[in-house]
């Protein structure tokens, strides 16, 4: 983290090459927009906020961003000359004790590393010149701007592929986008920049050129070709850049202790929290503000999203969004947990059961092909097979109680509202439109009330057990 430098993200393309009408910067990458990895960088480099250049096509970005950046304003795309100087413009001029230096970032490189733009940093700062940049070395140079170098190797200037001769397409060495200024030489050269003869664009670039004719310095560090600063353009670059972060967020998982029986397979979200000694088996999915606890483990197939789990659960083949789970839960598998529902500690939901927008206390079971929505069930109840609580009548929602200790058997259909007391049953397929009071048993269809049957050696109801 350097003193008084400011970044600026460059982020004001159209990003025609997406075919999309979400502006490019603004694609996922493993749950973030690609601009957050670019701004992340950008913060830990220089421990203040960026500045990030947008235009009306792609207001939408400023939008993303504001509660994170400063934001400027290009009137219109007019190459990333014009971008830097909308960029300059926002920042307090050096007069008034801002930046001295000014670091420049592409909002489309979101595998950039604070490492990198660390020691840029320091190599401008150790050096007297007025522009130091990353330079890659590549075999396959493509659209790129290349770097041109005098007889002494010293930066001459770089010519983007677009003005270039053949034998400058020839070289290997390309401008990665990255670069460090100083803030009072770029304030006062900007505006010299000229618009290419074959774009009509202003180019970021043509300040080397400018600089080598005030007789100034442009240093420059020269990084291999890992895939670390490419741009992204294209719907496939976008996949790439994908697996590439999922394979560093995955990584992090794995030395942090989590494990993964096929990493390849396991898609996790940056801001997934995972404990040590969970477990996630092949073909999972975690995603947004997931969390889950030690010794858990996510089995294969499941996908859970914004969803807390607990320590020692087991999660088989389901999906569970917006949800909370307590400790040591079985879930699966094919059960779903939709958005509101919250598991008490060591329920057991099985096969196709599913739950939406109720509480399940301690030790639920609720078995397979089963529906409980808009309720909430005692502790230590059993939900036979096929129950479901019928909440919507066509107008509205209503809620169904079920107390602890309570039996539901197989088949039942709770209409709501109603009430189901402390220790009450209800027979296989039961129709239950009423209120059923603690300790009662309802049967048939519609349900009628009685007093259960008495388990062999208790009393019939309103006698005294024999003393």
């Known amino acids: 983290m350097l003193a008084r430098t400011r970044a600026i ?36 480099a220089t421990g203040g906020r960026p500045v990030v250049v947008w235009s009306p096509p792609v207001e939408a970005v400023r939008d993303a961003v504001a509660g994170r950046a400063d934001i400027a304003r290009q009137a219109e795309p007019r190459g990333t000359g014009d971008a830097l100087a909308a960029g300059l413009a926002a920042i307090v001029p050096l007069a008034a004790g801002s930046a001295e230096q000014i670091l420049v970032l592409s909002g489309d490189v979101p595998l950039v590393e604070v490492d990198l733009l660390d020691a840029l940093l320091a190599a401008h700062l ?93 240093g420059s560090l020269q990084v291999g070709d890992d895939g670390t600063l490419d741009g992204i353009n294209d719907r496939a670059q976008l996949a790439q850049a994908t697996f590439a ?32 000694d969970v477990t996630l088996e092949p073909n999972v999915i975690l995603r947004g503000s997931t969390r889950v606890g ?25 999906v569970l969004e917006s949800s909370e789970v307590e400790d040591e839960v079985q879930i699966g598998p094919f059960a779903h947990l ?39 069930v005692g502790a230590r109840t059993n939900i036979g097979a096929g129950t479901i609580t019928a909440n919507y009548d066509g107008k509205r929602k209503s809620r169904t109680t079920i107390g602890t200790d309570a039996f539901i058997g197989v088949d039942t259909m709770l ?51 024999p003393g």
């Not at 400058?168 to 390309?174: A, F, K, P, R, T």
């Not at 009662?440 to 208790?458: N, Q, S, T």
Request: aromatic share 2%; hydrophobic share 40%; proline share 6%.
């Open 415 to 465: 209409i709501a509202p109603v009430d189901i007391g402390p220790g009450a049953r209800t027979g296989a397929g039961a129709v239950v439109n009423r209120d059923v009071p603690a300790g009662k048993l309802a049967i048939g269809v519609p349900a009628r009330l009685r007093d259960p049957r008495p388990e062999p050696g208790e009393p019939p109801p309103g006698e005294a057990a």
């Open 338 to 376: 939709r958005p509101g529902s919250s598991i008490g500690t060591g329920v057991k939901l099985g096969n196709y059961a599913e739950v939406k927008n109720s509480r399940l206390d301690a030790g639920v079971q609720q078995h397979h092909m089963s529906y409980i929505g808009d309720a909430h």
């Open 294 to 318: 030690a010794g858990t483990v996510i089995g294969a197939g499941s996908q859970l999203t914004d969803t807390i789990i607990g320590r020692g659960c087991r999660v088989q083949a389901s």
């Open 9 to 44: 993200v460059l982020a004001a393309g159209l990003g025609t090459r997406m075919k999309s009408r979400l502006p490019k910067v603004l694609h996922s990458i493993c749950g973030r927009p690609m601009i957050d990895y670019v701004l992340d960088a950008a913060e830990a």
């Open 126 to 218: 150790d050096s007297s010149a007025v522009i130091s940049l990353v330079s890659v070395v590549t075999t396959d140079p493509g659209r790129l701007g290349r770097v041109v170098r005098d007889d002494e190797g010293a930066i001459e200037r770089i010519v983007e592929a677009r003005d270039a001769t053949d034998d400058e397409l020839e070289i290997d060495e390309i401008n990665s986008g990255l670069y460090a200024f100083d803030a009072e030489w770029v304030r006062a050269r900007i505006r010299d920049l000229q618009p290419s003869a074959v774009t009509g664009e202003l180019y970021v670039t043509d300040l080397v050129a400018l600089a080598r004719a005030d007789g100034r310095q442009v």
């Open 245 to 276: 972060m999922q394979v560093r967020i995955n990584e992090r998982h794995l030395l942090a202790g989590v494990t993964m029986l096929d990493p390849t397979t396991a898609h996790v979200d940056a801001s997934v929290i995972l404990d040590a």
